[in-house]
Structure formats: structure tokens, C-alpha cells
């Protein structure tokens, strides 16, 4: 080491002072590895610029880009709080704190009533950044008030989907969401009213087990991951080697699973008019 770096480098420092550099300029783009501008990003409808990839999106910037402004929140009801009294390595009641505090959200939904580009719609909006997104009773709860309000308003019902799963600290009672949701979806279906889905990366576990499977139109964002178990586990469970692409979006549309692949710039529009086809029959009645 030189008098210049032991002697004169911190001599400088000192001088100039420290420089802070917020920590939220820049997004790494997980397809391309790109570093990119915040700001870009956001206005691109966090899209990567370079190579097109998704970028995962919170629930309440899904509600931003889909309803026309003016739309308005419903505050959903309460559920339990830590039935189990579950603890790991941190105790659940922690966990649901942290998260509250860091998405400024009750739970992994939100649900809000409006239009899209005119036409009425009730629209739910799962968010992968609350605990993985993962389905407990506050989220089944708000699955069937989205429901039941999409019912109220003669209103078409749309769900947003991004989750790892049931959320195993609930245990049983996570579970249950499932045939919950189930029965949401067919109560919408009953009274003669679309129910749409739109599968977002990820999408997998009891979410896929359920409700995120039975719309009437299925969606998915491009290069969304879609499925029940981790590739990983299918391979080790049917001892074959997978094909290319399994549980991408676009796999799962080229073998019927999905209805269309449709990218965020054009899913407002394509929105309005699926749900343009299917009340027309409606609205001549």
C-alpha cells in the first residue's frame, strides 16, 4: 500500500464528504440481466426496455393500469389473525406485521369496482410482494366479497393472479380457501356473469388448484410462470426429462390451457373487449 491510498485517498474522502446514492435508481431485469432505470421501468409499465421480459408488478399498480380513474377500493373483511398461533423461526403475527408495514396493505389482495375503457368491471388484485402472495382466510375472504359485489353491480368479476400457494401458517384453514374461492367463482358464473382470469408470474400451488383455473377466459401475462408443483418435483415424481418451456404461459396456451397471452401494454384493451363480447347478449336483452 502507497502513502497515496493509506494517507491522501481518505484525506479526500474526508474533505468531499460521503456521497449517498439512493438505493431504488435502478431494476435488474431478470431475463436479460439488464440494470435499468427505475423511472423507465415504471412508465413502461415495469416492462424491461431492453428485452421485453415482465417484471413482477404490485397488487395496487395492477389496479392502476386496469381501471379507467376514478375507480374505488372496497375495504374487505376481517379475517382471523394468526388462528394457530404459528411460529418458525419468527412467529406469524411478526411476519404479517412486517409485511403490512412494508406494503402498506391489509393482505395479498385488493379489491376495487370500476371501468375499464367504459365497460363495468369488479376487479381483484393479488400481490406477490405480501408473503409471496400466498392464499390464507384474509384472501379468500376477499374473494368472495370481490364476488359477491360483482354480483350486487351485475358486474363482471376479474382476478389478477400472483401466488406461491396456499399459505402453510394458517395450516388447515389456508386450505379451505380453496373450495371458498371455488364456490366464489361459481356464485359469478350463476348469475350469468363473466368471471375472468389473468395468470401472472408466479401462479402456482392451491391458487392454480382452485379459482385461477375455472374462468371463463384465461389470460396470462408473457413468460408467466403457471402450475401446481415445482417443475423440480415433477421431474422427480414422473422420472421424465420435461419439455422446453413447461409451465410457461406460452406453453400452456399452444396446448389449450390458457385462451390468450397477452401482453401488459395491451391488457386494458383487451380487457374491455372480451368483456364487450361477453355481455353483449346482455345488454340487447
Known sequence: MSWLTEYVRPRIR?????????????????????????KEVEANLRVCTNCGHHLRASAAERLTWTLDPGFRRIELPKA???????????RYADRLREAREKTQQDDAILVAHGTILGQRAVVAAMGFEFMGGSMGAAVGEGIVAGARL????????????????????????????????????QMVREAGLPFIVVLTDPTTGGVTASFAMLGDVQIAEPGATIGFAGARVIEQTVREKLPDGFQKAEYLHQHGIIDMVVKRSDMKASLARVIALLTRDQAAA
Request: proline share 7%; hydrophobic share 45%.
Open 14 to 38: 474526508n474533505l468531499l464528504g460521503k456521497r449517498e446514492v439512493p438505493d431504488n435508481l435502478w431494476v435488474q431485469c431478470g431475463n436479460c440481466q439488464q440494470m435499468l432505470f427505475v
Open 150 to 185: 360483482a354480483i350486487l353491480q351485475r358486474a363482471p368479476f376479474i382476478i389478477f393472479t400472483a401466488s406461491g400457494g396456499a399459505r402453510m401458517q394458517e395450516g388447515m384453514v389456508s386450505l379451505m380457501q380453496m373450495p371458498r374461492s371455488t364456490i366464489a367463482a
Open 80 to 90: 382471523p389473525v394468526d388462528p394457530l398461533r404459528f411460529r418458525d423461526t419468527k
